[in-house]
């Protein structure tokens, strides 16, 4: 970790507990109703990179699948 944080591949997310909340509000906001659990598989390569950008969004991996899920079914 030292190491990858000496060759800056670390960044802040700033304002963690707005932005936080923020994501959450949206992410309640955008899906009422019941919830269904689901299993999907997807390669590891793909699995990281969500949460890397979920970490650089401040929220949890699946909040940011569950909001890519409901944009591309809203446009369609």
């Known amino acids: 970790m030292v190491a990858s944080t000496e060759r800056g591949e670390w960044v802040s997310v700033g304002n963690v507990v707005g932005r936080r909340s923020y994501w959450r509000e949206a992410a309640s906001g955008a ?3 019941k919830r ?3 299993s999907i598989s ?3 390569r793909d699995l990281a990179r969500l949460k890397a950008r979920a970490a650089e ?3 949890p991996y699946q909040t940011l699948i569950n909001s ?3 944009k591309f079914v809203e446009k369609a």
């Open 31 to 33: 899906i009422d109703g």
């Open 42 to 44: 997807i390669p590891q």
């Open 57 to 59: 969004e401040g929220m």
């Open 68 to 70: 890519i899920l409901h």
């Open 36 to 38: 269904q659990r689901i």
